[in-house]
């Protein structure tokens, strides 16, 4: 049997206001048919729901079907809306390992290429008003024209266009580095400052406390951390952050990925708005083990030893560390205690001992609230049977 061919196809598919949703229809027609991978450049991109049935189709077509982003990530893009992270982290949440994200602050380019074999190119960004959504709230329609083409060499060179895009310096990974992070906090400082709607349903999805004086109350998952400063992600909302200005010495002993609580004021910094740390307490707190809660320092306690839970013994990149896990309780309740190291000599800590903790602090492990020491300044001591 002969057969024919497939002649190449190039069509106009604009954007007309309202009236003519063409690039829409096509770029969802290209996503929803992939069979292997998906190219996407797009600088400004608020559209991320308009994708979800689409991409769907496609991982029903190949649940490994790969998604390669390129997009555009600048603090002024995420506090205008011209940008949603929330959009970008949801199709993270869709596609897990097979999506790959970079960004390029130098982009303008708009294309989509779909299984090297068809291509869509033009003016339209990946935005409601570029693609003349009907929701109001999407911003103002525009007009927008664009191109499709399955010509082979037209496709071809596209994806010389994208490869060349991707492998440049100019391009950079996006992971949770403290530009992106940075972008983050912007982002809902932004949308604090002009938004306070949207604002208040954010607070109420990461349970956050806000006081009328912008004190902040928020327990969320580490990100970053450095001497000087700190981002707190969202547990609901990965999208946004919380950044942590002046000392952040109260999470040191905390691990990136960590769900920590901190607090704070709003602060102004080189114009803009961000959420700032209060200073640290200088006294140490005394408190019963069921008053314990996640987030406190500075804590100074007393209890009796129940049992040795685990000794632990693992590498890392500072050496061999030994972790005991001692389970230790008080009039009011029980409580799993992280000791490193052999802070207390073999044999000494047995069912029994009293003992007293200065500067300590919560951690929460698994879902399990803990009780550890201080890096640099915490301390135990035994008193006895």
């Known amino acids: 049997m002969l057969f024919k061919k497939r002649e190449p196809v190039t069509e106009f598919v604009p954007t007309f206001l309202k009236e003519d949703r063409s690039a829409l229809r096509k770029i969802h027609e290209m996503i929803?048919?992939?069979?292997?991978?998906?190219?996407?450049?797009?600088?400004?991109?608020?559209?991320?729901?308009?994708?979800?049935?689409?991409?769907?189709?496609?991982?029903?077509?190949?649940?490994?079907?790969?998604?390669?982003?390129?997009?555009?990530?600048?603090?002024?893009?995420?506090?205008?809306r011209l940008h949603q992270l929330d959009d970008v982290e949801r199709w993270k949440s869709i596609f897990g390992d097979n999506i790959s994200i970079k960004y390029n602050n130098n982009l303008h380019a708009k294309m989509i290429i779909v299984d090297d074999t068809e291509m869509i190119a033009g003016?339209?960004?990946?935005?409601?008003?570029?693609?003349?959504s009907s929701r109001d709230y999407?911003?103002?329609?525009?007009?927008?024209?664009?191109?499709?083409?399955?010509?082979?060499?037209?496709v071809e060179n596209g994806v010389g266009f994208f490869v060349r895009l991707w492998s440049h310096k100019t391009?950079?990974?996006?992971?949770?580095?403290?530009?992106?992070?940075?972008?983050?906090?912007?982002?809902?400082s932004g949308i604090y400052q002009r938004y306070r709607k949207d604002f208040d349903k954010i607070v109420n999805q990461e349970k956050m406390r806000v006081k009328d004086d912008g004190t902040l109350k928020f327990s969320g998952i580490l990100g970053y951390l450095d001497s000087k400063k700190a981002y707190v992600l969202g547990k609901t909302r990965k999208d946004i952050a919380?950044?942590?200005?002046?000392?952040?010495?109260?999470?040191?002993?905390s691990k990136i990925g960590d769900e920590v609580e901190i607090s704070g004021k709003f602060n102004r910094i080189e114009g803009h708005i961000e959420f700032t740390i209060k200073e640290l307490s200088k006294g140490t707190d005394k408190f019963n083990i069921n008053n314990l809660r996640l987030g406190l320092s500075k804590i100074k306690i007393k209890g009796e030893v129940i049992s040795i839970e685990e000794v632990i013994e693992m590498e890392t990149k500072y050496g061999s560390k030994v972790l005991t896990l001692v389970k230790i309780k008080d009039d009011?309740?029980?409580?799993?205690?992280?000791?490193?190291?052999?802070?207390?000599?073999?044999?000494?800590?047995?069912?029994?001992?009293?003992?007293?903790?200065t500067n300590g602090y919560t951690k929460v492990h698994e879902g399990e609230l803990r009780l550890g020491l201080q890096k640099n300044d915490g301390k135990i001591k035994l008193l006895g049977v």
């Open 242 to 253: 919380v950044k942590l200005l002046r000392d952040s010495r109260s999470l040191n002993s």
């Open 171 to 188: 391009s950079n990974k996006y992971v949770n580095d403290e530009y992106v992070l940075s972008c983050k906090s912007y982002h809902l």
């Open 123 to 132: 003016s339209s960004n990946l935005t409601g008003s570029g693609l003349g």
């Open 32 to 80: 929803s048919g992939a069979q292997n991978h998906i190219y996407i450049v797009y600088p400004w991109i608020t559209l991320g729901e308009e994708f979800i049935i689409p991409f769907e189709n496609a991982l029903s077509n190949n649940k490994d079907v790969e998604v390669y982003l390129i997009t555009k990530l600048e603090k002024e893009d995420v506090f205008r």
């Open 332 to 357: 009011t309740g029980d409580i799993t205690l992280e000791l490193w190291d052999n802070i207390i000599p073999s044999g000494k800590l047995k069912g029994g001992i009293k003992l007293e903790i």
């Open 138 to 154: 999407e911003g103002k329609p525009q007009i927008e024209a664009n191109i499709y083409t399955n010509d082979r060499k037209a």
